[in-house]
C-alpha cells in the first residue's frame, strides 16, 4: 500500500495531509526519513510519524450523528462551544473510540441533521475530495414563498460570490404562510452553499437540515443521537 494511504488508513489524517507531513520530513520507514513520496509499505516496515510508530487500524468505527444546532464541526473549540466529539463522549458505547473519530466534512453551527464521523482517514479522503462531491439532501425552511421561477433558477445554477452552482434538484415540500419547506439536493460543499443559494433568490433560510448523504438518510434519528452505519451503508460509502 503506498505511504499516504497507509498514513490516513492508520486513521492520522487525509491523504493530502500524509503528503505534506513526508514533504516535511516527518515520516520514518524503519527508523529512516522517508525520502520517496510514492513509497510502497512492505509487510515488516515500521512506520512513524512524528516519532510515533503507527500500525493499520483494520477495525474502523463509522458513526452517523444528527447534529443539532449549537453544536460545532470540529474536534476542539478554543471558545469552548459544544463540538461534535463531546456529543459522542456522552456515549458509553463509542466514548472510549469518539478521540479517534473526526468528522466527515462539515455542518454550519446553525445547521442540523446527518453528520458521518470516522476514524478511517482513507474514507474521509475520498469523501471530501472535490472530484467525489455526491449528493447531500437538505431540507430548508425559508423565508416568502418559493415560486416556480425560483425554483428552476435553483435547479439551473445561481451566483453566490464568484462561483455559479452547478445543477440541483429542488422540490417545495409546502408553502405556509410566508414560509416555505424547500427539498434541495447539491453536488458541491462550498461554504454555506445552501444558504447563500436560498439568499441569491430572494427567500432567506430560517432553518436547515440535512437529511442525506448520498443514499445515507437521516431517517427517524432523534437530534444529538447517533448510530453505527449499517454493513450495508458502509459497503455502499467503500463503494464510492
Ligand atoms: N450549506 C449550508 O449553507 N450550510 C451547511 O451547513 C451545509 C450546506
Redesign the pocket.
Known sequence: MRINKYIASAGICSRRKADELITNGQVKINGKILQEPGYEVLEGDSVSVNGRVIELNKKHTYVLLNKPVGVI?SVKDDKGRVTVIDLLNDHPDIADGASRLYPVG???Y??SGILLLTDDGDMTYRLTHPKHEFP?T?QALVRGVMSRERELKLVRGVDIGGFVTSRAKVKTVKIKGNSSLVEIT?HE?????????FEAVGNP?ME?R?VSFGEIRLGRLKEGDFRKLTKKEIEYLMSI
Open positions: 464541526t462539515r455542518l454550519d446553525d445547521t447531500k437538505y447539491i460543499g462550498k461554504n454555506r452553499q445552501v444558504r447563500k443559494m433560510v436547515l440535512r
